[in-house]
């Protein structure tokens, strides 16, 4: 996008923000340097098998086995991402001290009070708990893990019901715009002086 995208001139090279929801938010931390460590992953579901993400593994019939490969991945971290902002991270509890030592970018974390999907206490919080510096904080209360997700149109509702219901009295419209509102306003703090 630098270099080769057409549109690479409008793009302020040192002034380069990412943001994530669920594995996005896992994709954006180990981006500004966090090292998951995939043994944690591999004990969680024995340890917790009503967890949703757990759930669906067995479901697809995932054996973990690739958490347990001996070359494990190779994690690629971008200095150039100056600050990200983390809404209801999933697999938070990969990342330990040691695993989110490197991040020097500015952090803003957004958990969802009522996250079933991925409860905060095994991945938010333990996010907020390891990062170098501590985030800026959002509890949205009563929103659920869906809810980060723009409001759903009609077609999305029939197509995708889990990712569109609101908790009762929710509402993510108005939820958007000061939460939109919020996300600007952490980038243009942050990147302003790059």
């Not at 994690?75 to 991402?81: Q, S």
């Amino acid at each position: 996008m630098l270099t080769a995208w057409p549109g690479h001139d409008h793009v302020a090279a040192a002034r380069i923000g990412a943001f994530g929801h669920s594995a996005g938010g896992f994709t954006v931390l180990v981006a500004i340097g966090g090292n998951p460590e995939l043994a944690r992953l591999a004990a969680f579901c024995p340890e917790h098998p009503d967890d949703w993400g757990c759930q669906r593994a067995r479901a697809r019939g995932s054996t973990g086995d690739s958490i347990n490969d001996p070359q494990g991945p190779v994690w690629v971290h971008d200095e150039r991402v100056k600050a990200a902002v983390v809404a209801a991270p999933a697999a938070g509890h990969a990342f330990t001290i040691a695993g989110l030592a490197t991040v020097k970018a500015a952090v803003q974390l957004w958990e969802a009070e009522d996250d079933r999907i991925v409860p905060n206490r095994w991945s938010a919080d333990n996010v907020k708990a390891n990062l170098p510096s501590p985030p800026e904080l959002h509890l949205v209360p009563g929103a659920g893990h869906f809810d980060f997700v723009a409001p759903c149109s009609a077609a999305l509702a029939e197509r995708a019901p889990e990712i569109c219901q609101d908790p009762p009295g929710f509402d993510r419209a108005a939820f958007h715009r000061d939460f939109n509102a919020a996300v600007v306003a952490f980038f243009r703090k942050q990147l302003n002086d790059q």
